[in-house]
């Protein structure tokens, strides 16, 4: 059954296959050389009274906040996109790079108030690929040059490489790039009762866009032009395995079906949801175990606290995890169970 159901989801896809691009945002090509500090923006770091400014904190993934643990000096922030660096700026040091889309698609985000976000101002593109639509998302822009609606591609320009949201400024300007996956199109009755700030953002709210790793993916393109995003996903690594109680629909299967790797038969008692460290849902498996609350089945062991590992979403250590407050409030983003 899971065979012959696999075979079909692949023939689907490939029958609704067709090519796309993925191009770099800026001029900045340096991600493909022999130094990456010429391609990400560094960060200033302070660990331990050692300052440094490290280029490798402007990549994707847990790559800021040191720690020191049982397992040694680990890295426990995790970052959601590509910090890329300018490389023009003029007389002032001001940033002058043009920001293109990743590859073709329509405008549905434009946020030209830098103070409602961390991400000053952004702009998101949805792509309607074969496995789904994806999100790319372009912040900290100077300006921008886009309207909700429009159909862009690699000769669009979104806006300008600025310093707009926290904690940047014009030394460090930079061009902040993710491509995510949308967890809720009922993302404001989630933020609601959650949050006292206004959310601005509709579901083009950050917390709403989990981020996939963009760097690995250029890079995997690069050498297979044919590789899809379901196998891009494949080749993340399980972390945790969680077990819900199924109750209705499940609306992120329906919008990513590749992420389901089994038919589910009409009522299943549960779903086991397979994640990676910073908790993109990588896989989905219905269960005939009963459940009546969200359990934490499987973790890769850590000598050390599994918060680190995950965002807060995990608690415990070695081989034990349980879901937090927060990692609960995430979870039912995920399922729709709220």
């Not at 770099?24 to 923006?41: C, K």
């Not at 509709?202 to 917390?207: F, K, P």
């Not at 995990?314 to 034990?320: A, D, E, Q, V, Y």
């Amino acid at each position: 059954m899971i065979r012959g159901f696999s075979w079909w989801l692949a023939l689907a896809l490939a029958s609704q296959a067709q090519a796309w691009e993925l191009t770099l945002p800026t001029e900045n090509r340096a991600i493909f050389s022999g130094d990456p500090s010429d391609f990400y923006m560094y960060t200033d770091r302070n660990f331990e009274g050692v300052k440094s400014q490290p280029w490798t904190a402007g990549q994707y993934g847990f790559v800021r906040d040191q720690k020191r643990t049982a397992e040694g000096i680990i890295l426990t922030k995790f970052h959601e996109g590509l910090d890329i660096k300018p490389v023009k700026r003029d007389g002032q040091g001001i940033p002058l790079d043009l920001v293109h889309p990743i590859s073709a698609g329509t405008v549905v985000h434009v946020a030209s108030q830098a103070s409602q976000s961390s991400y000053g101002k952004y702009v998101v593109i949805r792509h309607d690929w074969p496995e789904g639509p994806f999100y790319s998302l372009y912040a900290h822009l100077m300006d921008t040059r886009v309207s909700v609606g429009a159909k862009a591609d690699s000769e669009t320009v979104v806006g300008r490489l600025g310093y707009t949201g926290e904690g940047i400024d014009r030394v460090r300007a930079h061009l902040h790039v993710e491509l995510n996956l949308l967890l809720s199109d009922r993302f404001e009755k989630w933020h609601a009762p959650r949050f006292q700030t206004p959310n601005h953002h509709g579901v083009y709210n950050g917390l709403n866009l989990v981020g996939i790793d963009l760097a690995r993916l250029y890079k995997e393109r690069q050498a297979d032009s044919s590789l899809t995003l379901a196998t891009f996903l494949t080749r993340e690594k399980v972390h945790h395995k969680i077990r819900v109680p199924a109750k209705g629909k499940f609306p992120l299967i329906a919008r990513y079906p590749f992420l389901l790797k089994q038919a589910a038969p009409s009522q299943p008692t549960a779903w086991e949801i397979h994640f990676n460290q910073s908790g993109i849902p990588l896989a989905v498996y219905p269960s005939t175990v009963p459940t009546a609350n969200p359990v934490v089945t499987w973790v890769v062991p850590s000598k050390t606290y599994h918060a680190y590992y995950t965002r807060g979403r995990l608690t415990g250590s070695g081989s034990s995890a349980a879901l937090s407050s927060s990692g609960l409030s995430y979870l039912s983003l995920v399922t729709g169970q709220f």
